[in-house]
């Protein structure tokens, strides 16, 4: 069945330093979607990607979905304090169906 | 954006009970809800998927007897962890969606079965 793995698993950065984490899916994709959650909290929806080669920014996080829509990427810039959490990525082979999650990647911000 | 409540939040029960949980979409209509399950530190694995007016489906390794799921309606469907034991404790939360749009989640239940 269709596997996404997510690397690294845990990243602790500098406040102000950048952050990558990586999404790999087994199958292609029809979208792939990036989740946050803090510590105690529940999953919350940052972004959707659908097209092949898609570029999306939200203030200082830039997503990245491959030309084979099989692969997909979350960039922090400057990370902050405030971006410490889980990020979770969650592929779809086709619409309707279920996500399947990534085990995410922790991130730790140190002041 | 689309609302989907779930609750209760956090539960506490003995072992040997059984606890219903709720999830609701609040502006849509969820013809497909999913079960999702998080161990601490884990990620999220699909339990089984809610269509409304039919039988779920259960991912393997879950057991259909034990973890009840209910889709009565449009914006309602329900998880009962019958007999409940310790080791059913867990982080357990719903998501709904539409067709070619995100899902959106619940706000998760945590169950502490003592």
């Known amino acids: 069945g269709q596997q996404v793995m997510q690397i690294p698993q845990y990243q602790h950065v500098q406040e102000g330093e950048d952050f990558t984490t990586y999404c790999n899916s087994s199958?292609?994709?029809?979208?792939i979607q990036w989740y946050k959650q803090r510590p105690g909290g529940h999953p919350v929806f940052l972004i959707q990607?659908?097209?092949?080669?898609e570029v999306k920014k939200q203030k200082r996080l830039t997503f990245q979905f491959g030309e084979a829509k099989k692969n997909s990427s979350l960039h922090i810039t400057a990370t902050q304090t405030t971006d410490v959490g889980t990020y979770f990525c969650?592929?779809?082979?086709?619409?309707?169906?279920?996500?399947?999650f990534g085990p995410g990647t922790r991130l730790s911000v140190l002041p | 954006g689309a609302v989907v409540s779930q609750h209760p939040s956090r539960v506490i029960c003995k072992s040997g009970t059984s606890v219903k949980i709720e999830c609701r979409s609040l502006?849509?209509?969820?013809?497909?809800m999913f079960w999702y399950r998080q161990f601490p530190k884990q990620s999220l694995m699909l339990m089984a998927t809610?269509?409304?007016?039919?039988?779920?489906?259960?991912e393997q390794g879950v057991e259909k007897d034990k973890f009840l799921i209910n889709h009565a309606s449009l914006t309602l469907s329900t998880l009962t962890v019958t007999s409940a034991h310790p080791e059913d404790s867990s982080f357990y939360i719903c998501?709904?969606?539409?067709?070619?749009?995100?899902?959106?989640f619940g706000q998760g239940t945590r169950l502490t079965v003592v």
């Open positions: 809610s269509n409304e007016g039919s039988k779920a489906t259960y």
């Open positions: 199958t292609t994709l029809s979208n």
């Open positions: 998501s709904a969606g539409r067709p070619n749009t995100e899902a959106f």
């Open positions: 969650a592929g779809q082979e086709n619409y309707g169906q279920n996500f399947v």
């Open positions: 502006d849509f209509q969820a013809t497909t």
């Open positions: 990607l659908v097209k092949s080669g």
